[in-house]
């Protein structure tokens, strides 16, 4: 690799490291040359949150502008013409690559710009809308560099997993959103456990939840199961190299749910994180694992119900 292409992949490997710990942790099991290619997809959806999410001081439209023109240079990558940007050049690398599926880069970028104007889901179907460009298109991106022995039949189960990590990281950053002025939770579920968006502002201040909200969270963290369930089939699936690492990223995320639970469902007492000794325990159990070995569900007894919702 030349020089400006080898910085941009440690530019994408920097981003991981400092904000990404959990996965982080996770691709280091991974082959090395396959290292890079995901350092490569999680630097590209990470920068292109931080324009929307870390540019706060700027209005809207000038976030809005800053996507764009970003956008506009990585298409015009995608085409070929020469790109002046500090990891664009390793994106457009690892999709050349693996030949990745353009349109879920402009699905995900589309999810991107509802991030700026859209700041509630009505339903859940609502939210599946936005979290399929801003997650399951991410495990069919993945889906190529990790390998897989039957990719047809994993994709799914990719999706699913998409769906489940990011609905797991909607579920622990309530409070944080909501002072981002947006709210993940569904306002049909809201309804469901007569909570209002005000409710949530009051236990943000309170820095504790009610009983109505706990129960709202209880009721995410089974749905999130569910798609974590959906999920568990393709890891199986995947190459023998690659077993190891997404076990580790689904119990890691997943072992969010079970600190979540294990703090009643009270989001707003304290941010759930995996304990350090008990995230690196997860990652040297994954390695012992035999490959083919079926993944157990994460968190407290599912609720029928909410199986595949």
């Not at 440690?10 to 691709?27: I, K, P, S, V």
């Not at 540019?55 to 506009?72: G, N, V």
Request: proline share 6%; net charge negative.
């Amino acid at each position: 690799m030349d020089i400006d292409l080898t910085a941009a992949y440690d530019r994408c490997r920097e981003l991981h490291r400092r904000h990404g710990r959990t996965y982080y942790l996770a691709t280091r099991l991974l082959p090395g040359w396959k290292r890079r290619h995901v350092h490569a997809l999680y630097g590209f959806t990470r920068y292109a949150d931080e324009i929307v999410d870390r540019t706060e001081d700027l209005p809207p439209a000038a976030r809005a502008a800053r996507l764009e023109e970003w956008s506009a240079r990585f298409v015009a990558g995608l085409h070929g013409e020469s790109v002046d940007d500090p990891l664009l050049p390793a994106v457009l690398h690892t999709i050349a690559v693996f030949d990745l599926d353009r349109a879920d880069f402009a699905s995900f970028l589309r999810s991107m710009a509802m991030d700026l104007t859209v700041t509630a889901y009505p339903t859940y179907d609502d939210l599946l809308d936005y979290m399929e460009g801003s997650a399951a298109v991410i495990g069919t991106m993945m889906l190529p560099i990790l390998g897989s022995s039957d990719p047809a039949a994993a994709r799914e189960p990719a999706r699913q997993l998409g769906f489940a990590f990011q609905l797991t990281n909607f579920i622990r950053d309530v409070a944080e959103d909501l002072d981002r002025g947006r709210t993940y939770l569904p306002d049909e579920d809201l309804a469901r456990f007569d909570v209002t968006r005000e409710d949530l502002l009051a236990a943000r201040a309170a820095g504790r939840a009610t009983p109505r909200i706990r129960e709202l969270i209880e009721y995410e963290v089974a749905r999130a199961q569910g798609h974590y369930l959906a999920a568990a089939p393709g890891i199986p699936l995947l190459t023998p190299a690659s077993q190891a690492c997404m076990r580790t990223a689904y119990a890691l995320y997943g072992g969010i749910l079970d600190e979540v639970a294990a703090q009643d469902y009270d989001v707003f007492a304290r941010r759930a994180v995996v304990p350090g000794r008990k995230r690196m325990a997860v990652a040297a159990r994954s390695l012992l694992t035999p490959t083919g070995t079926p993944v157990a569900v994460p968190g407290p007894a599912l609720r029928p119900a909410l199986v595949g919702a």
